[in-house]
C-alpha cells in the first residue's frame, strides 16, 4: 500500500524503505508512480509468490513495474513456481 500513497505523476524522488524480511506477496508499480525507489537496508529481503499462468495467465510476474525511473534496491524477487509445469517469469 505504500506504492498507493505515491502522487500519480510524481515528480520528486521518494524512497520507500522496506524493512527486513520475507514477504509472500505480488507487487505493481503502475504508470504515473514516477521517480520511485524501493529499497531495504540489507540483502536479506524477499519479496516471493508464485504467479504463474495457471494462476493469472495475463501477468504472470511477481514485481511489475510500469513507472518511469525505478529503482529497487537490496531486495531479491523470487517467483515460487516450480521449475517444471506452467509458464512463470
Given at each position: 500500500s505504500a506504492i498507493d500513497h505515491v502522487p500519480a505523476n510524481n515528480t520528486r524522488r521518494?524512497?520507500?524503505n522496506?524493512?527486513?524480511?520475507?514477504?509472500?506477496?505480488?507487487v505493481y508499480v503502475p504508470q504515473g508512480r514516477n521517480f520511485l525507489t524501493?529499497?531495504?537496508?540489507?540483502?536479506?529481503t524477499v519479496i516471493r509468490y508464485p504467479n504463474n499462468a495457471t494462476f493469472n495467465p495475463q501477468q504472470r510476474q511477481v514485481f511489475g513495474v510500469?513507472?518511469?525511473?525505478?529503482t529497487l534496491e537490496n531486495i531479491t524477487v523470487r517467483n515460487m513456481t516450480p521449475r517444471i509445469g506452467v509458464?512463470?517469469?
Open positions: 521518494t524512497v520507500i522496506v524493512k527486513r524480511g520475507d514477504y509472500l506477496e505480488m524501493v529499497r531495504s537496508d540489507d540483502g536479506d510500469d513507472a518511469s525511473d525505478f509458464q512463470a517469469e
